[in-house]
Nanobody
């Protein structure tokens, strides 16, 4: 069982930065691939970024490539999402998720555990 708690969301102006963090409970965190998803009002949840269990590979959705960076610290049981050059279309609730698969995967059905989400609002 893995419990995930996101933090770091908030209100920021367009062009600004935020760093989200997701703290995981459990001793097996380093076996899981981790992902970030987001859901804007009236839209489906969408993939943002993912990182393999060992941090050796990552994947990003096209809208965030070059602006967002996912990383993890297995010693701290934490995964991060650094978000730069934020745009109004990045406004959403951001969720972190853990996948037993261990390797990078983009499908939400591949993830076994989810956090409660953190709101990110980008004002234009």
């Amino acid at each position: 069982q893995v419990q995930l708690v996101e933090s770091g969301g908030g209100l920021v102006q367009a062009g600004g930065t935020l760093r989200l963090a997701c703290a995981a409970s459990g001793r097996t965190f380093n076996r899981y691939a981790m992902g970030w998803f987001r859901q804007a009002p009236g839209k489906e949840r969408e993939f943002v970024a993912a990182i393999a269990w060992n941090g050796g590979s990552t994947n990003y959705a096209d809208p965030v490539k070059g602006r967002f960076t996912i990383s993890r610290d297995n010693a701290k049981n934490t995964v991060y999402l650094q978000m730069n050059s934020l745009k109004s279309e990045d406004t959403a609730v951001y969720y972190c998720a853990a996948s037993r698969w261990g390797w990078v995967t983009v499908g939400p059905n591949d993830y076994n555990y989810w956090g409660q989400g953190t709101q990110v609002t980008v004002s234009s």
